[in-house]
């Protein structure tokens, strides 16, 4: 079966400020990986997502991640965040051949002025 | 392109009584469909997915059921609510490999 764990509920940051959020998931088999982002009282959008290829990926508003197969982690990075990244961040793994998305427990990002 | 509704959006409903979510996606046909249940604090749970007309698999026993009585509906009920039923209900479909969310259902149980 698999797993995520995201490490950290709640990550508050000042303005202009890198930030990381951690992914580690669990499973016996090969894995697609996602983030989504939800912001307050909506449903989840995709932020970014690792399916092949490039172990780094990059979604359009400056967050990126990185594959680690060794570590089974799938950090969240981001090297200045603005006060509209204020949201909660969801990681989630599925299996390749298909079957269920699991998603961790979410990580409340909180930006600062 | 794909869309996926929800409704309602915001649901107060006392202990007791009765429930029924509608989800329905339009722009594709025979999705896997799932229904999830955000409550304060504690992520994101798989409570029913479908991956077809009637077939229904329930990840977590509960007094919540759901059903698919056409392709792109599906449906969470309750004869009766619990006060822990609280919480934010999101529908999605896979497209096969990415999960696509609906905007949800605010639902409190007085």
């Known amino acids: 079966a698999q797993s995520v764990t995201q490490l950290d509920s709640q990550v508050p940051v000042f303005e202009e400020a890198p930030v990381e959020l951690r992914c580690n998931y669990s499973?016996?088999?090969?894995?697609?990986l996602f983030w989504y982002v939800q912001y307050p009282n909506q449903g989840l959008q995709l932020l970014l997502k690792y399916l092949s290829g490039s172990t780094l990926v990059e979604s359009i508003n400056g967050f990126e991640a990185e594959f680690n197969k060794s570590q089974t982690s799938f950090h969240l990075r981001k090297p200045s965040v603005h006060i509209s990244d204020t949201a909660e961040y969801f990681c989630?793994?599925?299996?390749?051949?298909?079957?269920?998305?699991?998603f961790g427990q979410g990580t409340e990002l909180s930006v600062k002025p | 392109s794909q869309t996926i509704h929800q409704w309602p959006a915001t649901l107060v409903q006392p202990v007791g009584s009765p429930l029924s979510l509608e989800c329905t996606v339009e722009?594709?046909?025979?999705?896997?469909l799932y229904w999830y249940r955000q409550a304060a604090g504690r992520g994101l749970q798989l409570l029913f997915y479908s991956v077809g007309i009637g077939q229904i698999s329930s990840e977590v026993p509960q007094n919540l059921s759901a059903s698919r009585p056409q392709d792109r509906q599906f449906i969470l009920s309750s004869k009766k609510l619990l006060l822990s039923d609280s919480g934010f209900y999101l529908c999605a479909w896979r497209s096969p490999i990415m999960a696509h969310f609906g905007p949800g259902t605010r639902l409190t149980v007085t």
């Open positions: 989630a793994v599925t299996q390749r051949q298909g079957g269920k998305l699991i």
């Open positions: 499973s016996s088999v090969s894995v697609y």
């Open positions: 722009g594709t046909s025979n999705p896997n």
